[in-house]
């Protein structure tokens, strides 16, 4: 055994061989795979070997497209069957909200180059005899689904890997993994120790245990997993000899269950609503290739809806029933990527769909350590969109949530009742008298909108307009004509200090640091001059800031500034020690000033001013600026009084006609102030020339990134943010949520990342990226709204006030 690496993955399953491999493509060979067993050990022996592209997120189902294709490679390199079936798969919905699902699934895959084809159910009958038609309403038919041997995978995965030079050593455990002064690890097993520079926590089952020896709790858990295979079926070779080629793959969405032929017969896998974590708390190292006691009775209701859905079923004998245990995380997409605060050690883990997802978690991974940077839109599945909330009691909950719904639509503006009401700031009782509707993000709580009095906090789910709309519109009508009160503490807050933080600071930023007491929007870019982030910049001392940004990615902007953090400089994560109420609209001046001895007047408060005041006996820093676009002002004080300053606003603003707006009010009022957001207009993967981020741009000054996005100045962009205004179905209207693609000329041109029904304008608008050449004002597109092409106008300025004169009044 070597006793010095680069890399050490840990495990040998599907995915830490994939790793390995994708780490050799890069020219990292001096690279060692350490599996406690023998290859595939873990889940990856027993799995299904189902393979799909369809996924709720774009861009992880782009990934699945690079997996499923990249297989016929290794097969050939390698030398290693991978009995590789294509015989495309189904997608069956049972009832219209499926039907408007699988239509939106297909929209999006249209820009990923997916070929994917809505059919009727007689279609679906005729490609599947085996199913019952009147269960049915139509489907969604995938040419690129088939199955895989996930052991011949995994071998072809490590030929490939050792041709170019990697070791892998088998029956060898490691135990213990220690780092040195330098952040590079020994990494100590059975058979030696090794010193790498980088580890790369691929443990599967064992992930967890894993990530426990340096400290670290991963939001993994494993469920019990069961399918069948039954006896030879007539129906089954009857099809085989009259199609010439095997049954499609099919996922019945209404039966929670997948089926396709295995051999003579048929695979029938469940996803059973008395579901079953496996090994809770620890998984037990002397787990060794072994399936769990299959329990039929957990099976019965899936079996029932099956023996109806495909009745030949009823009459054939069951062959084996496999019971085995694979891991999720609690939103079920994969964990990648540098671990937050820990140097130089890797997780690829939580893949739940391993065969599906594996070739494209391990492409990412390698890129980010070779290039640092995943070289893909890897955001859904980057390792930091958790933080220390996801506990292992949360992860159970939403993993158990997860599994149950696994085949459940989630709808845009559906929140998941597991795991909530667990992370509030002070005020949510407030809030929760004033009859909110609650959400989650990263955890946190926070109000959505407010029902009207008497009536049910509750909001109902669906593709189009909810019974949100009308309440949400009066919250918007305050807002612009009175003044509203938010909370506005689901920000991430920083804090900079210390000798040279402005340097430093200044370094990482595109725009010029603002003077103290004031505040400006920046960004900050990678190397290549892509978008790592946009915060709000304010400086309340020569080398003393706060920063505000998006707050999902609390986690992933703190392992950034971390990683790049000077001498001298201290970095803080303010999390709920800051917390925040927001006042907003053409009243919100004379409120505040009723409650704070500080003048507010313009000449001696512009837009922009961020200062220490007391409100009325609160100390407070009070930036004016709000997300609303209007008039505003952003109170950030200790936790400990954001109670008293609700009362106080609430009880200040009364004869102002202060009303409580929440998050959706405020994302429609940010569209009509054309104000982009992250996660979705601002994401890694666009540049800020892309992303009209003219203004938070100077080029008179250095900035990592700077040369790219000079360079992207001088050519001009590729792509160019739009900004659309929507003509929606007259009779059921919808409106954009983001992912729908967007048509010119009769083809796919671009993408939508967001959408909202601007109330105050009356507009349904949208944001979306498309070929800058076609990104002209007044220029005509289409955008996919659940199957319909709807007219988008690009519009050159924001709806409402674009010379911003309203918060600058
Ligand atoms: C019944 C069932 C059916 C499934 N069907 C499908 C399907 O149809 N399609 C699909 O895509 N997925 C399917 N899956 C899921 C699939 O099995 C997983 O996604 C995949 O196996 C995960 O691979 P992995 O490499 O992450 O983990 P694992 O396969 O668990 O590999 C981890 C490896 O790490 C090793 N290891 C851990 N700790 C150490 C240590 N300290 N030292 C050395 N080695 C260590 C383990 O021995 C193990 O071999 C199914 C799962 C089950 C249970």
Redesign the pocket.
């Known amino acids: 055994m070597k006793s010095s690496a680069r890399v050490v993955v840990?495990?040998?399953?599907?995915?830490?061989?994939?790793a390995l491999f994708h780490l050799t493509e890069l020219g990292w060979t001096d690279v060692v795979l350490?599996?406690?067993?023998?290859?595939?050990?873990?889940?990856?022996?027993?799995?299904?070997?189902?393979?799909h592209t369809l996924n709720g997120d774009p861009n992880v189902a782009k990934l699945q497209q690079y997996t499923v294709g990249l297989y016929r490679e290794i097969e050939q390199r390698s030398g290693q069957n991978c009995s590789i079936h294509m015989p495309g798969g189904l997608m069956l919905a049972g009832d219209r909200e499926r039907m408007d699902w699988l239509r939106m699934a297909q929209a999006r895959g249209r820009y990923l180059g997916m070929d994917m084809e809505i059919i009727s159910a007689a279609e679906a009958k005729r490609m599947f005899p085996l199913l019952e038609e009147q269960y049915f309403i139509g489907a969604l038919f995938d040419r690129a689904e088939g199955?895989v041997d996930?052991t011949g995978v995994?071998r072809a995965y490590a030929g490939c890997a050792r041709q170019a030079g990697a070791e892998i050593y088998q029956h060898?455990?490691?135990?213990d993994l220690r780092q040195r002064p330098d952040s590079t690890w020994d990494v100590i097993?059975e058979s030696g120790e090794i010193h790498a520079e980088h580890i790369v926590n691929?443990?599967?089952?064992?992930?967890r245990?894993?990530g426990r020896?340096i400290g670290l709790e991963l939001p993994v858990l494993a469920m019990?997993?069961?399918?069948l295979i039954t006896e030879d079926m007539d129906e089954v070779a009857e099809y085989n000899t009259a199609a010439g080629h095997e049954l499609p793959m099919g996922l019945d969405f209404d039966g929670e269950l997948?089926i396709r032929q295995e051999g003579g017969g048929v695979l029938l896998?469940t996803y059973e609503q008395a579901c079953v974590p496996w090994s809770p708390r620890e998984t037990p190292?002397t787990f060794d290739q072994q399936l769990l006691v299959p329990d039929l009775d957990r099976l019965a209701p899936s079996l029932e809806i099956a023996f109806k859905h495909y009745p030949a079923l009823a009459d054939v004998g069951i062959k084996k029933v496999?019971?085995?245990?694979?891991?999720f995380a609690p939103d079920g997409n994969p964990l990648v990527g540098p671990v937050p605060g820990v140097r130089n050690c890797w997780v690829?883990?939580?893949?739940?769909?391993?065969?599906?997802?594996?070739g494209g978690v391990g492409l990412t991974l390698a890129r980010w350590m070779a290039d640092g940077d995943p070289g893909e839109d890897i955001w859904a599945m980057d390792v930091a969109r958790f933080g220390n909330w996801a506990s292992l009691a949360y992860t159970n909950a939403k993993v158990r949530e997860g599994y149950r719904r696994r085949f459940r639509i989630t709808f845009p503006n559906e929140e998941l009742p597991a795991g909530r009401a667990l992370h509030t700031t002070p005020v949510y009782d407030r809030l929760t008298a004033h009859n909110a509707v609650w959400g989650a993000s990263f955890g946190l709580e926070h109000p959505l909108w407010f029902q009207r009095p008497g009536e049910e906090p509750r909001e109902d789910v669906t593709f189009r307009r909810s019974n949100a709309y009308h309440v949400v519109a009066e919250e918007c009508t305050t807002v612009r004509e009175r003044v509203g009160l938010t909370e506005c503490s689901n920000f991430a807050k920083y804090r900079l200090t210390g000798p040279g933080s402005a340097g430093w600071l200044q370094r990482l930023f595109t725009n010029r640091l603002p003077q103290t007491g004031r505040i400006n929007l920046t960004a900050a870019l990678d190397p290549n001059g892509h978008i790592v982030g946009e915060f709000s910049v304010a400086r309340v001392g020569t080398d003393d800031f706060f920063l505000f940004g998006s707050q999902i990615a609390e986690a992933h902007h703190s392992r950034w500034f971390l990683g790049h953090l000077a001498d001298g400089v201290r970095f803080d994560v303010l999390g709920l020690s800051l917390v925040g109420l927001s006042l907003a609209g053409p009243g919100a001046r004379d409120v505040l000033q009723s409650v704070t001895d500080a003048s507010l007047a313009t000449e001696n408060y512009p837009f922009m001013t961020f200062r220490r005041i007391d409100v009325g006996m609160i100390p407070a820093y009070v930036g004016r600026m709000t997300y609303t676009g209007d008039l505003g002002y952003e109170i950030w004080v200790a936790p400990e009084y954001q109670r008293a300053l609700f009362d106080l606003l609430w009880q200040a603003g009364k004869s102002y006609g202060i009303g409580l707006f929440g998050f959706r009010a405020l994302m429609s009022l940010r569209m009509e102030k054309m104000f982009g957001t992250w996660a979705r207009e601002y994401r890694p993967i666009y540049t800020p020339v892309e992303a009209r981020m003219h203004r938070a741009l100077k080029l008179d000054h250095d900035f990592i990134g700077r040369a790219a996005a000079e360079a992207e100045l001088s050519r001009g962009p590729a792509r160019t943010l739009g900004y659309f205004d929507i003509t929606p179905d007259p009779t059921e209207p919808a409106d954009v949520v983001g992912d729908e693609p967007i048509w010119h000329g009769g083809a796919v041109v671009g993408w939508a990342t967001s959408g909202a029904y601007a109330h105050y304008s009356r507009r349904s608008l949208a944001f979306g990226y498309v070929p800058s050449e076609l990104a002209v004002p007044g220029a005509m597109f289409e955008v996919e709204i659940i199957g319909q092409r709807r007219p988008a106008r690009l519009l050159p300025e924001p709806v409402l006030d674009p010379a911003g004169r309203r918060m600058r009044a």
Request: with cysteine; glycine share 20%.
């Open positions: 840990i495990g040998g399953g599907v995915v830490g061989a994939s350490v599996e406690r067993r023998e290859l595939t050990a873990g889940s990856t022996w027993h799995a299904a070997g189902g393979m199955h996930p995994t060898t455990w490691v135990s097993t691929a443990g599967g089952l064992w992930a245990e894993v020896m019990e997993h069961m399918y997948y896998g190292w496999i019971n085995g245990p694979f891991t690829a883990c939580a893949v739940m769909a391993g065969l599906s997802q594996g």
